[in-house]
């Protein structure tokens, strides 16, 4: 079975650019979250989507947005950006569990990630 | 102010020791905590996963504890393998409203030699 696959590994762009990073999840998995991972610090949650929608956004500014697409791959578009951009973008995906109305234990598969250098 | 602190930041022991690294959080409301495991260059694998009524889980040579009244975790490694070299990470998982939302911490490095 494949797992989170993300593209690409690596991309380079210039202050004030555009960058495009793609995230395919396991098969099956209905939700992708998205991170940022900056040398030095730890993992910061950036979006989260289910079912084609955005459950969930961490504290970044709008210029951080993506979607997810009907087969439930997602992108992530970074615009405007900045050298502090620079980073590891991880994406994951997983299962939520929906019983009895509770959500838990939702396992999140990652992605080897997406190496952003701002220059 | 949500957080989660880990210590010690950075870990060197022997190859086929024990050790014990700690997780320390302020986040509410609380769903569940997961320890994952990250390699250099590598995506974080998920070791354990544990809601506010369980106490330890195991999955191999790791054991999770979890106090969810004093808010701390442990990550046991027993007989510890040259492949346990990694940055290990608490994440801790909200629940009502801002489900989904992780916090994670900034992880131990673990060093293991021969």
């Known amino acids: 079975e494949a797992g989170v696959t993300q593209s690409p590994t690596h991309l380079i762009k210039t202050r004030g650019q555009q960058a495009t990073l793609r995230c395919s999840p396991i098969?099956?998995?209905?939700?992708v979250y998205w991170y940022q991972q900056a040398l030095g610090l730890g993992l910061q949650f950036l979006l989260w989507y289910d079912e084609g929608e955005e459950r969930n956004r961490g504290n970044f500014p709008p210029r951080f947005s993506g979607r997810q697409f009907p087969n439930y791959s997602s992108e992530l578009n970074v615009n405007a950006l900045e050298l502090e951009d620079s980073a590891l973008y991880l994406c994951?995906?997983?299962?939520?569990?929906?019983?009895?109305?509770?959500?838990?234990?939702?396992?999140?598969?990652f992605g080897a990630g997406t190496r952003l250098s701002v220059l | 102010k949500n957080q989660v602190e880990q210590s010690p930041q950075s870990l060197i022991i022997l190859e086929g020791k024990n050790c014990t690294l700690q997780?320390?959080?302020?986040?509410?409301?609380?769903?569940?905590l997961r320890w994952y495991k990250q390699d250099t260059g590598r995506g974080p694998v998920s070791l354990t996963i544990m809601t506010f009524s369980e106490n330890t889980k195991s999955n191999g040579r790791y054991t999770a504890t979890l106090d969810a009244d004093t808010k701390q975790s442990s990550l046991h490694i027993t007989a510890s393998q040259l492949s346990d070299s990694a940055s290990y990470i608490c994440?801790?998982?909200?629940?009502?409203?801002?489900?989904?939302?992780?916090?994670f911490g900034r992880g131990t490095q673990l060093t293991v030699w021969p």
């Open positions: 997780c320390n959080y302020t986040v509410s409301p609380f769903s569940n």
């Open positions: 098969s099956g998995h209905t939700s």
């Open positions: 994951a995906s997983s299962n939520i569990l929906r019983g009895r109305g509770v959500w838990a234990k939702n396992i999140q598969y």
């Open positions: 994440v801790v998982s909200l629940g009502g409203s801002t489900l989904g939302r992780l916090y």
